[in-house]
């Protein structure tokens, strides 16, 4: 019986956000503790399905899982410690045969860098004949480091990312090729020093769709095993970002290097045909054009300050737009934003629910692209404990639109959070939501889309960031 040892850590940092990501962000769970959160960590999950399905051969050691909503980097110290427990775990049981890790690919520590290149050379160090593979997210950023210390990786083909449990377990049946068949891992990848935004890479639209399908049709070969396209993130500005085409095969390193500068070489020749899906618009406009509709609801993505990609999640730009410029524009609608991460006015309000307040909101830790909004009105209704983050929402009524506001940073992505605040969110005009394409949660319901390029650090125009490194920008 082989041991195969599973866990890691999920988080995509946004060098742009000056919000240091600690430990009240993260969902951490280990070893026993497995089985009830499970779900929260899809990519693991499909790991441990496949070998717990294959019982007679694996032995699953599940050690120690961190996940948090993207955000600014990692805590140095806090890495440290959930590093120290991770080896901890390890070291309790036997030397496992093989290394199977769902991680993210552009996790960032402050002072460290790379939290992968770290995690992977700390296990190479003191497992040095312990094969490594990994399941990543479509916006790894692949290092040289990650590249010296694996056996082979594979990455979401889905933009929104709907593939997480099918990864984590395309990268288990990679690592059963290895460990029970005897296959011999060889990995071809190409680096293009590109950068596009994520909105401009949803893989049900050109050129997108048909890269992936071409990816698809590689790992259909007998001696393919993975082809991914893992795109970086543009809202990190590091060293070594950029896309990486890359293919992993079974002992053919030619056909692994002659297919991943297949992969780079299509999307380098289609790379002006990269653009958004949604109709795209500077912020006032987006919500003029939204509230000027007949059908809704109508969702407005406030693309600047995206959590669920690292964005602060308090930018004031939309509410201070509909509270001052539009708000003749707002009369006779039922406007819904979603929301703003504020644990301070939070708590102002729980001290008076039901009644008339004035409350400065947000523009706390965005301070370069916007800054607090004052806001009359009352708050209507508390949840505690929402989602897998234990956050508080508060709904706040104002006299022009309804606003979601949390105690805790977290992404804005689906109906069960209106559901949980008691929202008639099919009978809301316009709804504001702060992220860039629509999850498919909001697709199903939405009668029209629009994406606000707003100012932020997920800014959707690249150029408008303040990058160190030299990329091309798409």
């Known amino acids: 019986m082989k041991t195969v040892a599973i866990g890691g850590f999920f988080h995509e940092s946004n060098t742009f956000n000056p919000i240091i990501t600690g430990l009240e962000d993260f969902n951490i769970f280990e070893g026993d503790e497995y089985e009830d959160k499970k779900n929260s960590y899809l990519l693991a999950k499909g790991m441990v ?42 070291e309790q049981d036997e030397t496992p045969d093989i290394f199977v890790l769902p991680l993210h690919g552009s996790m960032r520590i402050e002072g460290i860098g790379s939290a992968e290149s770290d995690l992977l050379k700390d296990i190479k160090a003191r497992y040095p004949n312990v094969p490594i593979v990994l399941g990543l997210d479509m916006h790894a950023t692949i290092t040289q480091s990650m590249l010296s210390h694996t056996a082979g990786m594979v990455g979401f083909k889905t933009a929104p990312h709907i593939d997480a449990w099918e990864t984590g377990y395309h990268a288990a049946k990679m690592a059963d090729e290895l460990l029970r068949k005897g296959a011999k891992l060889t990995v071809g990848y190409e680096k293009l020093p590109y950068l596009i935004a994520g909105e401009k890479s949803e ?25 991914s396209l893992l795109l970086g993130f543009p809202w990190a500005d590091t060293e070594e970002n950029g896309v990486t085409a890359l293919v992993v095969t079974n002992n053919n390193q030619a056909k692994a290097d002659d297919y991943a500068h297949q992969i780079a070489r299509e999307f380098e020749a289609r790379k002006d045909e990269f653009g958004f899906s949604s109709p795209a618009y500077e912020a006032e406009k987006a919500l003029e054009l939204a509230l000027n509709e007949t059908v ?43 929301g703003i991460y504020d644990p301070i006015a939070l708590e102002k309000l729980k001290e008076n629910m039901h ?19 004052t806001l009359k009105g009352k708050a209507v209704r508390h949840v505690e404990n929402f989602g897998i983050f ?19 940073h977290i992404g804005f992505t689906g109906v069960e959070m209106f559901k949980a605040l008691e929202i008639d969110y099919m009978n809301t005009d316009v709804i504001v939501v702060k992220l860039g394409y629509l999850t498919p949660d909001f697709k199903e319901i939405a009668a029209r889309g629009y994406l606000a390029l707003s100012r932020g650090c997920t800014d959707e125009v690249l150029s408008r960031l303040n990058y160190t490194h030299t990329y091309n920008l798409i």
Not at 61 to 81: K, T
Not at 203 to 227: C, N, Q, Y
Not at 356 to 370: N, R
């Open 390 to 408: 234990a956050s508080e929402l508060m709904l706040f009524e104002t006299e022009n639109f309804d606003l979601i506001i949390t105690s805790k």
């Open 296 to 338: 809704k609801p109508v969702f407005v993505s406030d693309s600047g300050d995206n959590p669920t990609a690292g964005s602060t999640g308090d930018n004031t730009t939309i509410i201070t737009l509909l509270s001052t410029d539009l708000i003749d524009n707002c009369k006779g609608k039922k406007i819904l934003v979603a």
């Open 203 to 227: 893989t049900d639209f050109s050129p997108m769709r048909e890269i992936i399908a071409r990816l698809k049709e590689m790992e259909e070969g007998d001696d393919v095993l993975a082809a």
């Open 49 to 90: 399905d496949f070998f717990e399905e294959r019982k007679d051969y694996y032995k699953v050691l599940p050690l120690f899982f961190a996940r948090a909503v993207p955000n600014g980097e990692i805590d140095r110290n806090l890495y440290q410690s959930l590093k120290d427990r991770f080896f901890e775990l390890l």
């Open 355 to 373: 009644q008339e307040i004035e409350l400065s909101i947000g523009g706390v830790y965005d301070t370069e692209y916007s800054e607090p909004c």
